[in-house]
């Protein structure tokens, strides 16, 4: 059976984070483009040899990715970052200039970091970073880009918050960087390594919907408990935040007792090439040639089935209204106003390579997710917003 989530007595701090405009961070890739190099990326990585209170921020959904706005320096400048469990550097120059000030130090060390539909190098610093009061870390590492690509306007980089083994060969002389949660962790300001994320579907561009919680989780953002899922030790999918789950749609089955990694830097639900074909056919979709995503008819949604995720002995289903991209964002990502588009789409390789399913925030607009580095585990819970028929 899934483990419950222990009751967590502390107060928290919220941060906010948002949505952003959909055309600004493409940076020429359709979204499926966008999703698929990151993917590509993803799964490149199995080759590689390489007791005290919660905090919250808001995050704004970007339509693309969440951001938050984050300080850094000594007075702050403040950057608004892609908030991404699939890396672990943070880093930040991509649009704004890093602004040095008192507590600026140079590490001299280069950094690079590629995430397959983008990549930045630069040089290291140590800076005080400011997420909120009292969300205010010492010395944390943080890349200054001296080029970057992928990333535009109003994006100034990312925070990376995956595990922290993902940081290994992206600085020079460094075996690993601690993350932002791991020094929260060690300078006192949290207890317990987990960070919360609560995003809400949204029929619009860009609006401030979700919350990150560092050291524990926000109660009032999810419904019934949390249910917890160990860290797949299949490689590369568990060198991410990965999980070994089933998938099914109505009564076919999609993907079998298979690993793949739950990712707030991707967009869509991927799975890989076989499943997918499996979920077109029991869909009857047909392929859309100008956004790449799978289109149905309205007597096609009518008759849509749930695509349950079972993991751990707990099944969390995307309805019919969850695999569907919000219309009144069709015109955004190239489709036609009166488009049906599922969010579902293709991973770019068949199943059997280790990571067989991407779970992207168009599945976390649906549930409250907790990622528990010190207990090496997911977990999920229902949320007001697992039913919506926002979209």
Same mark, same amino acid.
Request: glycine share 10%; proline share 4%; hydrophobic share 30%.
């Given at each position: 059976?899934?483990?419950?989530?222990?009751?967590?007595?502390?107060?928290?701090?919220?941060?906010?984070?948002?949505?952003?405009?959909?055309?600004?961070?493409?940076?020429?890739?359709?979204?499926?483009?966008?999703?698929?190099?990151?993917?590509?990326?993803?799964?490149?990585?199995?080759?590689?040899?390489?007791?005290?209170?919660?905090?919250?921020?808001?995050?704004?959904?970007?339509?693309? *990715?969440?951001?938050?706005?984050?300080?850094?320096?000594?007075?702050?400048?403040?950057?608004?970052?892609?908030?991404?469990?699939?890396?672990?550097?943070?880093?930040?120059?991509?649009?704004?200039?890093?602004?040095?000030?008192?507590?600026?130090?140079?590490?001299?060390?280069?950094?690079?970091?590629?995430?397959?539909?983008?990549?930045?190098?630069?040089?290291?610093?140590?800076?005080?970073?400011?997420?909120?009061?009292?969300?205010?870390?010492?010395?944390?590492?943080?890349?200054?880009?001296?080029?970057?690509?992928?990333?535009?306007?109003?994006?100034?980089?990312?925070?990376?918050?995956?595990?922290?083994?993902?940081?290994?060969?992206?600085?020079?002389?460094?075996?690993?960087?601690?993350?932002?949660?791991?020094?929260?962790?060690?300078?006192?300001?949290?207890?317990?390594?987990?960070?919360?994320?609560?995003?809400?579907?949204?029929?619009?561009?860009?609006?401030?919907?979700?919350?990150?919680?560092?050291?524990?989780?926000?109660?009032?953002?999810?419904?019934?408990?949390?249910?917890?899922?160990?860290?797949?030790?299949?490689?590369?999918?568990?060198?991410?935040?990965?999980?070994?789950?089933?998938?099914?749609?109505?009564?076919?089955?999609?993907?079998?007792?298979?690993?793949?990694?739950?990712?707030?830097?991707?967009?869509?639900?991927?799975?890989?090439?076989?499943?997918?074909?499996?979920?077109?056919?029991?869909?009857?979709?047909?392929?859309?040639?100008?956004?790449?995503?799978?289109?149905?008819?309205?007597?096609?949604?009518?008759?849509?089935?749930?695509?349950?995720?079972?993991?751990?002995?707990?099944?969390?289903?995307?309805?019919?209204?969850?695999?569907?991209?919000?219309?009144?964002?069709?015109?955004?990502?190239?489709?036609?106003?009166?488009?049906?588009?599922?969010?579902?789409?293709?991973?770019?390789?068949?199943?059997?390579?280790?990571?067989?399913?991407?779970?992207?925030?168009?599945?976390?607009?649906?549930?409250?997710?907790?990622?528990?580095? *010190?207990?090496?585990?997911?977990?999920?819970?229902?949320?007001?917003?697992?039913?919506?028929?926002?979209?």
């Amino acid at each position: 059976m899934a483990s419950p989530i222990l009751d967590i007595t502390e107060p928290s701090f919220n941060i906010p984070i948002s949505r952003l405009p959909l055309d600004t961070p493409l940076s020429g890739f359709t979204l499926l483009q966008h999703d698929q190099e990151r993917a590509k990326y993803l799964l490149s990585r199995g080759n590689d040899p390489l007791e005290k209170r919660t905090a919250s921020i808001n995050v704004t959904n970007v339509g693309t *990715t969440y951001v938050a706005s984050a300080g850094v320096g000594t007075p702050a400048t403040t950057y608004s970052l892609l908030i991404d469990t699939g890396s672990s550097n943070t880093w930040v120059g991509a649009s704004k200039k890093y602004v040095q000030t008192s507590s600026s130090k140079s590490t001299g060390n280069s950094v690079k970091v590629t995430y397959g539909s983008g990549s930045f190098s630069g040089t290291e610093y140590t800076d005080t970073v400011t997420l909120s009061q009292p969300l205010v870390i010492r010395g944390q590492s943080i890349g200054v880009a001296a080029n970057s690509m992928g990333f535009s306007a109003p994006l100034d980089g990312i925070l990376g918050i995956g595990p922290v083994g993902l940081t290994r060969g992206t600085v020079a002389n460094t075996p690993t960087v601690p993350t932002v949660t791991d020094n929260l962790k060690s300078q006192g300001t949290i207890s317990t390594e987990v960070i919360g994320i609560s995003y809400e579907p949204t029929a619009s561009g860009a609006v401030t919907n979700g919350e990150l919680t560092f050291g524990g989780v926000d109660s009032t953002k999810y419904t019934g408990s949390i249910s917890y899922n160990p860290i797949t030790s299949t490689s590369p999918a568990g060198l991410y935040w990965g999980i070994n789950q089933n998938i099914q749609y109505g009564s076919t089955t999609v993907l079998s007792s298979t690993a793949g990694i739950v990712d707030t830097g991707t967009t869509l639900v991927l799975l890989a090439t076989d499943a997918f074909q499996r979920y077109k056919t029991a869909t009857g979709a047909t392929r859309d040639s100008n956004t790449g995503l799978l289109t149905i008819t309205n007597a096609q949604y009518n008759a849509l089935k749930n695509l349950d995720f079972s993991a751990n002995g707990v099944t969390y289903s995307l309805t019919p209204n969850a695999q569907i991209w919000p219309r009144t964002l069709n015109t955004a990502i190239g489709g036609t106003a009166s488009g049906i588009y599922l969010v579902v789409s293709d991973l770019g390789s068949h199943s059997g390579n280790g990571l067989d399913f991407i779970m992207g925030y168009t599945f976390l607009e649906r549930f409250y997710s907790v990622y528990d580095t *010190t207990n090496k585990r997911v977990g999920f819970a229902t949320t007001k917003y697992t039913t919506s028929t926002n979209n």
